[in-house]
């Protein structure tokens, strides 16, 4: 298990980097933390020319709020989301997330930029990105774009990101202090890629009714999904249980997933339930609701 | 005179573990040395058309491309082990045998035979290299039908596996004892059941690995191999190349884990020594991970169809088993995991009357070899459950069905009626098994639980208690050697044949040698796992080593004390009789001030014309003993295990759990007890998460740790244990093995808790492991087909 | 063959090396410069045994490129003992509980936990079976690890004070 021979490179700045991406393209592959590439390189699953190493890239580690968004630059380790203040002042739901990701060693390295590239869609960072409606901004040599999470992940492990263009940020909507949240996940194992996990943010209006939920799925679809038609059911409903159950059963029915060694297609579905009632119950017990 | 055995010693491995400076082969570099790499099948049963090599050997630092054909004539076929395979006559007389030569060479020559094969071996100037040129040869193959399930295998017209068989049934047996018929006419009951463990590997986390460099001036090869048995290596290179064994010597160095699928013979084994003679250099290959998960070989894999009769009361009158073992493409353990299934299928109950049928199968899958349980853990799930289930359906508590039928402990020694595989009779020597029962259900709070687990379920927890018990014969034979000496220095030597892959050999041998010479542990060294330090071995597999090796260390050590009270009495000239030893001087009980060093007596003893040596007595102070136990002699545990089901997303959580273990005298407890927990980590891998899983085709789908999920700290609680100490009766210290019990209970008790949880659903596990989706599945279709029978 | 020269400091010394490009990091620390204390295991970043101090961040060596190390300074389990020999209290601790059986996983465990210990000198039970989910053990059954931690947090803690 040893790579296969390629040419290294190591551009200092952003612009660097697009240029080497505008002149190599399909040759070319961009290493950040390499947490989900090198397995990959090691099996020679993929062998690609040109190695481009943005690790040194100047300015994209970087965690800000501006606008109601949390902008995260693409080099952030996950181990830095984890340590930072403003996630968790304005956006718990990914702190909550972020904790599932691996391993340390592996949140030591790993990169918000590479989680997003790789588009695994049972990770947790596209999960949490579908549910809050967050932007990537990608960068090329011509200028930069910004799309919706929903434009961006195309199907497993493919995103509508071409071979001259890098992430740059990831932007996460800020979440508002009444809001409740959840991220809730089930894996086989502590730190395996969820079986399905549900990220769900509540705010409840002062009848205790819902005014706005935010819910999204992953491992269920072959991209992380975003529960619409639940969330437009929820909206103007009191929360008790059996509007979880409710919930619970349209988000199963919402979804479509493929079986696989670790769980079946109808289990999945299951457990898409499951842990929609579960995130739901959270976050709305977090926004000041009472359930049960 | 026990001062060292029964205390917790400190390891003497540990320092070098601890530093990083341990050598194991992956850590071994040579001058000149080129390093190996394997092109193994894709296809689990296809021709080999043709192997094009000729850009691979083009390639720059590629030294060798060698191919299966290459070696015809050169190299012999692998086959079955003989040590393993000899059953005594009087054991074929009862169960009368069938066992078909079967063949794997060392690299594919005409068709693949499993996914993983080796077919190709690239040797270049390092590993990068030879994958490189891995990359670059073409194998043209002709995929032929594959047989992957073995019902399907054993049907009459299924494609052959070895082509000079007849059919894939490999090996066959019939184990009668008493009558079926009888017990089923006397029965109230008759239940079904069908069990399956599926194939599992050991996953050491050192993947194995081979070092071979040979030395044309004294024609000596040398080979270093993270082996469980270095002598049985060297004895199959010497066969297979045509070799004098005395010519070759192998290591196994610190080995990173074994877990009984690091013994055998291996391919790799035998041509890394044919390379490193053909190519005139030293040559290494060390297997990855990928490699391991399909070459090196996997275990289990049985299915049992199950018949127990029964009263109304619970006494279990006999157990009928028809079972087949899936064992790949070739079976190299011959009867191995087979007969220990059969052997230990009634463990501590007491069941008069079993009939067992045995089927092996051969397929188009990775072969199949023991691994820590060896056919144990297998059936001990299905006796268990069934036992449980019988509970069920007679509305009793499965406790109350367990302990009506184990063995009483004023019946021991008791027989089991049948021979063990090393040709003993099948007679337990000591233990108290309702006693280990009793104390596992205080240590478990059973009755506390019980009381609450209705209050529990109104809350939505669902919480079970289960248990298990087992019998395990260890121990085994033929032998294990132990030549021990003193040197120079006065430091005791001990050499013992059976080596080590992380049980603490130098530890625990030093403690019973050191005892016999009233010496402290640092004044012992403990040398393993090297054919030139002893004539002969068998390896550290079985449970075995503490009983054999352990045994010979002590005896070997008395023959030596003997001789140096000898000639310490000669030197001194005083009675032997009259003469001790302690910490390294031997003196006269009634004048201590005659006395002698260890050093001193070491000159006085060495060869020449001032030898002190009485008459008749050969020079030197060194000892050697062979143990041949008479048969194995019986260790046995209860496992509890207390498990939460969230029934909505099918995962079990072990809440608690405990294990009861008799290992006999205990010679380190810290040492016992690691072994109990580190067994019962495997056995909740084989209850909960792992399973090898081939696709129609007999393509691998768990090919990575992505998919085949070990157990890590967040899945393993601590296992509180409980001790007994019977003694054994079967060998000069009193012990018993204990490296496999921790994992034979393991997923009998889970899955029984795992039931008892789900109680008001009635299910029923059959297989392993039980996944969250199988508890989802088994929840779905919980009202589902009754097997209880009339008469 | 595609080389670069990088410089990295290695248990405190700095050592410039050429290396090819596509050399990972555990390779470059086994093979080139013969610490043969870091293992391999799986190398697809899933057993842990090959984990190293990066910059004083435990992360896992196969899942590095050499390259990629330009410049940083990385910890392996030689560095753990005292010039005199005398064990680093986790190595102490590690003998003393028989946290170890074959001894292969465990440099990488004490490497993960030299940083976890630094960043949590006083872990729960829970945060050490966290904090060593990450390193596959198949011998032990983690729980003389557990204890070993607990054990080396308190030896580090008199230390510290």
């Known amino acids: 298990m ?55 890239v100047e300015g994209l580690s970087y965690i800000r709020e501006e606008d109601g968004y949390l902008a995260i630059g693409a080099l952030t380790r996950h181990v830095e989301l984890e340590q930072s203040p403003l996630v968790a002042k304005h956006c718990p739901l990914l702190l909550e997330a972020v904790k599932w990701i691996g391993h340390a060693q592996i949140r030591q390295r790993g990169t918000v930029g590479g989680s997003i590239a790789h588009a695994d869609p049972s990770a947790e960072l596209p999960c949490v990105l579908a549910a809050l409606r967050g932007e990537i901004v990608i960068a090329h040599a011509d200028g930069e774009e910004t799309l919706a999470a929903e434009e961006f992940f195309l199907t497993y492990l493919l995103t509508s990101l071409q071979p001259d263009q890098m992430i740059k940020e990831v932007r996460f909507p800020v979440i508002s202090n009444a809001a409740g949240y959840a991220f809730t996940e089930v894996a086989r194992r502590h730190g395996d890629f969820a079986l399905v996990e549900v990220a769900a943010v509540v705010e409840l209006n002062e009848n205790q009714e819902i005014a706005l939920a935010r819910l999204a799925a992953g491992g269920a679809n072959p991209v992380p999904c975003v529960l619409e038609s639940v969330e437009d059911f929820l909206i103007g409903k009191a929360a008790d249980n059996s509007l979880l159950e409710e919930a619970g059963e349209m988000a199963s029915e919402s979804v479509d997933p493929d079986g696989d060694l670790h769980g079946s297609a109808s289990y999945r579905r299951s457990l898409v339930k499951t842990l929609t009632k579960r995130a739901l119950q959270t976050a709305i017990q977090r926004a000041g609701g009472i359930s049960r | 005179m026990a001062n060292l055995i029964g205390q917790s010693f400190r390891r003497k491995e540990d320092y070098r573990f601890v530093t990083g400076t341990g050598q194991y082969v992956a850590d071994i570099r040579m001058d000149n040395m080129a390093e190996a790499a394997f092109i193994r099948s894709t296809y689990a049963h296809a021709r080999i058309k043709s192997i094009d090599r000729s850009a691979a050997l083009a390639l720059d630092d590629v030294y060798a491309v060698i191919t299966g054909e290459d070696l015809v004539g050169k190299v012999g076929l692998m086959s079955e082990m003989e040590s393993h395979c000899r059953l005594p006559k009087h054991i074929e007389d009862q169960i009368k045998p069938i066992m078909k030569h079967n063949v794997e060479p060392v690299l594919a020559t005409g068709k693949v035979k499993y996914v993983g094969q080796n077919v190709v071996c690239i040797v270049a100037k390092n590993r990068y290299i030879a994958e490189d040129a891995a990359a670059l040869v073409k194998i043209d193959y002709e995929p032929l039908p594959a047989v992957v399930d073995p019902f399907e295998a054993l049907k009459e017209g299924a494609p052959l ?92 160095p610190d080995v990173g884990g074994g877990f009984g699928p690091k013994g055998g013979l291996y391919p790799e084994e035998v041509l890394l020594a044919y390379l490193a003679k053909q190519l005139k250099r030293p040559v290494r290959w060390i297997e990855d991970r990928m490699e391991h998960m399909s070459g090196a070989r996997h275990s289990r894999d049985q299915i049992h169809a199950l018949e127990v009769a029964y009263t109304k009361d619970g006494t279990i009158l006999g157990v009928k088993d028809d079972f087949v073992l899936d064992v790949g493409a070739i079976n190299y353990f ?328 008799d290992s006999g005298r205990v010679i380190n407890p810290m040492v016992v007890e690691g072994q109990v927990q580190g067994g019962f980590a495997q056995g909740i891998g084989t209850a909960l998460y792992e399973e090898v899983v081939h696709n129609e085709n007999g393509q691998l789908l768990t090919g990575t740790y992505m998919d085949y999920l070990l157990p890590t700290s967040m899945e393993v609680p601590v296992a509180v244990q409980g001790e007994q100490e019977y003694y054994s009766t079967r060998n000069p210290l009193g012990v018993k093995g204990v490296g496999e019990s921790g994992a034979i209970s393991t997923p009998a008790a889970i899955a029984n808790a795992v039931v008892d949880a789900l109680a008001p659903f009635h299910v029923k596990i059959d297989r392993l492991p039980v996944s969250p989706n199988r508890v989802f599945d088994l929840l779905q279709d919980a009202q589902s087909e009754e097997v209880i029978m009339p008469k | 063959m595609k080389t670069m020269e990088i410089t990295v400091t290695v248990n405190g010394k700095k050592r410039t090396e050429t290396v090819e490009t596509r050399m990972l990091l555990s390779d470059f620390i086994r093979e080139q410069l013969r610490l043969t204390g870091t293992h391999l295991g799986c190398e697809h970043g899933v057993c842990g045994a090959c984990t190293v101090l990066v910059n004083g961040k435990a992360a896992r060596s196969c899942l590095m490129l050499a390259v990629q190390a330009d410049g940083f300074a990385i910890d392996t389990v030689e560095s753990l003992a005292r010039e005199d020999g005398s064990l680093h209290p986790l190595q102490q601790a590690f003998s003393d509980n028989h946290a170890l059986q074959c001894g292969f996983c ?49 030896a580090l803690a008199k230390q510290g004070g």
């Open chain 2, 334 to 661: 011959a009867l191995t995991c087979a007969y220990n299934s059969a052997a230990h299928f009634r463990g501590a109950y007491k069941i008069p009357v079993f009939d067992l049928t045995c089927r092996i199968a051969l397929t188009n899958k990775t072969p199949n070899v023991p691994y820590r349980g060896a056919g144990r853990p297998e059936v001990v799930f299905a006796m268990d459950r069934i036992v449980d289930m019988i509970a069920r359906e007679l509305g009793m508590d499965p406790v109350e069905v367990m302990l009506k039928n184990i063995i009483p402990a004023e019946e021991m020694p008791y027989s089991q009626g049948m021979y063990y595989k090393d040709g003993g009779e099948l007679i337990y020597d000591s233990g108290n098994y309702p006693e280990a029962f009793e104390m596992a259900l205080e240590m478990s709070r059973f009755k506390e639980i019980r009381a609450n687990q209705e209050r529990w379920r109104q809350e939505g927890k669902y919480i079970g208690i289960g248990f298990s018990s087992n019998v395990e014969g260890t121990g085994v034979g033929p032998f294990e050697g132990a030549k021990v000496s003193i040197d120079p220095s006065g430091q005791v030597i001990l050499h013992v044949g059976s080596s080590s892959q992380g049980q603490s050999h130098e530890t625990v041998f030093g403690q019973v040698a050191g005892d016999v010479f009233g010496v402290s542990l640092d004044r012992v060294t403990v040398k393993n796992g090297d054919t030139v330090a002893l004539g002969y071995g068998a390896g550290t597999y079985a449970s075995r080593s503490a009983v054999n090796a352990g045994s010979a260390a002590h005896l070997a050590s008395v023959k030596l004390r003997e001789k140096m009270l000898a000639v310490a009495g000669n030197v001194l000239e005083i009675a032997p009789e009259e003469l001790t030893m302690k910490d390294g001087v031997i003196y006269a009980v009634s004048q201590p001030e005659k006395k002698i060093t260890f050093p001193e007596l070491a000159a006085a003893a060495a060869p020449g014309m001032r030898c002190k040596v009485p008459e008749g007595m050969d020079p030197g102070l060194e000892a050697t003993h062979y143990f041949v136990p008479p048969t194995v002699t019986y260790s046995s545990s209860v496992h509890a295990a207390v498990v939460e089901v969230d029934i909505e997303t099918g995962f079990v959580k072990i809440k608690n759990y405990y294990i009861v273990h």
């Open chain 3, 106 to 154: 465990t440099p990488g465990f004490m490497m993960t936990l030299v940083d976890f210990l630094q960043e949590n000198p006083n872990p729960s039970e829970g945060e050490i079976r966290e904090a060593i989910s990450g390193n596959l053990c198949r011998c032990t059954g983690y729980a003389n690890i557990v204890k070993a931690v607990e054990q080396a947090s308190q």
């Open chain 2, 161 to 252: 596996v070895q082509d000079d068989l007849d059919d894939n049934m490999q090996a066959y047996f019939h184990l009668p004892v008493g009558s079926w018929e009888e017990a089923v006419s006397k029965a109230d009951h008759v239940i079904k059941g069908r069990f399956t463990s599926p194939r599992v590997g050991s996953n050491p986390i050192e993947t194995r690995g081979v070092v071979a460099s040979y030395d044309n001036r004294t024609d000596f090869l040398n080979i270093w191999s993270s082996t469980q048995m270095p002598f049985e290596i060297r004895h199959y290179v010497a066969k297979l190349l045509g070799l004098v064994e005395q010519n070759i010597r192998v290591v196994a």
């Open chain 1, 2 to 56: 040893k790579p296969a021979s390629f040419e290294y490179l190591r551009p200092a700045s952003l612009e660097e980097a697009l240029q080497y991406l505008a002149d190599l393209g399909e040759d070319a592959k961009i290493i950040a933390g390499g947490q989900s590439l090198i397995p990959v390189l090691n099996m020679r699953l993929s062998t690609p020319k040109y190695l481009i190493d943005i690790g040194r």
